[in-house]
């Protein structure tokens, strides 16, 4: 009978530990291999909920090509100043927000840059952890690298380059540079 309840007890904490490996606030280290999994599958949201592969920003940096904008549901939440982030909102523990990049409209993907809200991560840079990867699954840049990420995402209407650009909200270019 006792191993009936060891049996049961442990079964029950896999199911609790796996249930919310997306929202936990717990401090915890990020790998490049799970970092891309909640990137590539899952439930997300297209910026404006425009599916389209649009020109990359010319002068923004970072890539090339054409590329889409997704946010998870914690995120997109998050989303209620006309599908924007209020200006001075941040994100909620758990947003993740994914850039995919295309070559070429309606090409298959070949990166995908990833931004994951942790606040408590001991990898994060600025209450967020970065990471780049090919469509495969590949590291392009990787996890304990995101310091490196952050400059770029740190500018404002009046340090950006680009043309007519309002700034970042709360790292996220996107809201600055689209309408
Ligand atoms: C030289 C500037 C630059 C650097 C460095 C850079 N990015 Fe970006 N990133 C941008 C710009 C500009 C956009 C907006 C895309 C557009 O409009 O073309 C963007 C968009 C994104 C997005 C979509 C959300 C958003 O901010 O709009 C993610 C996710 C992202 N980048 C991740 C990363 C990661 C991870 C790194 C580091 C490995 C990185 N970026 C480094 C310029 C940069």
Known sequence: MRNVFLIVASIVCVACSESDSETENR????????????????????????????????????????????FNPIAANALVDSGKLPLGSKFPNGSLVVKEIYNGRGDSLIFLAVMLKNSVATNAAQNWVWGEYYADGRVLWPVNRGADCVPCH???????????????RDFVRTFGLRP
Do not use: C, M, Q, W
């Not at 439930?43 to 904008?69: C, E, M, Q």
């Not at 740190?154 to 309002?166: I, W, Y």
């Open 27 to 70: 401090p915890k280290t990020y790998v490049d291999s799970e970092l891309f999994s909640l990137a590539r599958a899952g439930d997300f949201a297209f910026y404006k909920n425009n599916p389209d592969t649009l020109p990359f920003t010319i002068g923004g940096g970072g890539h090339s090509g054409f590329i889409r904008v997704k």
């Open 154 to 168: 740190s500018l404002t209407s009046a340090t950006s380059n680009v043309p007519g650009d309002l700034g970042h």
